[in-house]
């Protein structure tokens, strides 16, 4: 990642846990962060290279993106004594990647941050960018920071002990770079489904993702693109948070990106996703579609701009109105 004086190293290869000593400074405190839903072995890994580790491990999911544990891992720092001079590492998900992040962009007014992605969507979309936020409030990532790591290190091994249906999150993630960036590389998931390479799929994903940070690293253009299938996505996202069974990120951006597309790109999108048991289609109140859609934070006035993409490999922007947007999404949600 080229970024000036924020440049790092984005490292994947498999087995780079086992080399964590040699591609991050850990000869000092660090302070390693992981949830439980991550195996223990992976931040042992690090920390068994680290002169000084101290690891803090939370309990898994969302909720502990949040100020609380931001204020409990920073009075971990203080009592340990941490200064300006040592670092974070995160080892897990994007969970564990922003809030370190965080505490790394504030603690001391910053020390230096390494990441170390275990989940897919993490591994070739979040750990990279330098985007660190806590939700609060009710808010996803609404305290946060543009924070770069020092490096990125990616062992696409630890994705063996991933959970199917977050894997199928990830790969939603890089099927909308794909769709939005690079026709070859759609195609290739397009043909292949499970049986893709994953560590093509890494590089190409990170690659694209780098491409567009490099030109845009503060979000002012560019980078918007990234968030094909996120207008609908989000909306569909934050009416399932009530429900028995929510449905993951990914998965509603994979119903986002149907609503974005037409015709045949929509058939092969449609066909793509449906490799990783991603779902097509969903089932809601038109007027909670809307209602969600307006309170997305990228809303501006009453038009939004989403991205679309009529021919494979490119986008386009276009304004429109929520409703708009949700009768355009009906050959892909059913409104009731
Ligand atoms: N900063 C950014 O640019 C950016 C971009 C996209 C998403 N995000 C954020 O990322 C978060 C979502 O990240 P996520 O999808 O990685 O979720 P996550 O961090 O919650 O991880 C998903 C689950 O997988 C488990 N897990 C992680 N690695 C594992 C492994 N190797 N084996 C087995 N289990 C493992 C975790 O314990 C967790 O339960 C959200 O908070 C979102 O806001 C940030
Ligand atoms: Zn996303």
Redesign the pocket.
């Known amino acids: 990642m080229q970024l000036g004086e924020h440049s790092y190293d984005i490292t994947v290869e498999r087995g780079a846990l086992a080399r964590a000593g040699e591609l991050m400074r850990l000869d000092r405190r660090v302070l390693i962060l992981?949830?439980?839903?991550?195996?223990a072995q992976?931040a042992q890994a690090v920390a068994d290279a680290c002169r000084e580790p101290h690891i803090v491990r939370l309990e898994?999911?969302?909720a502990n993106?949040c100020i609380e544990k931001y204020t409990e891992i920073l009075r971990t720092m203080v009592e340990a004594g941490f200064d300006r001079g040592d670092c974070v590492v995160a080892v897990?998900?994007?969970?564990?990647?922003?809030l370190g992040?965080f505490v790394a962009a504030t603690y001391m007014r910053g020390v230096d941050f390494y990441n170390v992605?275990?989940?897919?969507?993490?591994q070739i979309?979040?750990?990279?960018?330098?985007?660190?936020?806590v939700?609060f409030a009710g808010y996803?990532?609404i305290v946060?920071a543009f924070y770069q790591p020092r490096a990125v290190v990616i062992d696409p091994e630890?994705?063996?002990?991933?959970?199917p249906r977050?894997f199928a999150?990830?790969m939603a993630?890089a099927i909308k770079m794909f769709a939005t960036f690079d026709a070859d590389a759609f195609e290739t998931v397009e043909r292949e489904g499970k049986n893709v390479d994953v560590d093509s799929v890494i590089i190409r994903a990170l690659e694209i993702k780098r491409d567009v940070v490099e030109q845009d690293e503060k979000e002012k253009g560019l980078r918007r693109v990234?968030n094909f299938g996120h207008t609908v996505g989000h909306a569909v996202e934050s009416l399932g948070e009530q429900s028995d069974s929510p449905l993951?990120?990914?998965e509603c951006v994979s119903v986002g990106m149907l609503c974005m597309c037409e015709g045949a790109v929509r058939e092969r999108i449609a066909k793509t996703v449906a490799h990783f048991d991603l779902p097509t289609t969903w089932r809601g109140k038109k007027d909670d579609v809307i209602a969600a859609m307006t309170h997305d934070k990228k809303a501006s006035g009453d038009r939004i701009t989403v991205i679309k993409v009529q021919k494979l490999g490119s986008f386009t922007e276009q304004k429109m109105t929520p409703t708009e947007i949700a009768e355009q999404s009906r050959e892909v949600i059913t409104l009731i």
């Open positions: 992981t949830d439980d839903g991550v195996p992976y898994q999911g969302e993106k897990g998900g994007g969970v564990m990647g922003d992040g992605p275990t989940t897919l969507l993490s979309d979040s750990s990279i960018g330098g985007k660190v936020a939700d996803k990532n946060g630890v994705l063996s002990t991933l959970d977050q999150c990830g993630e990234l993951l990120h990914g």
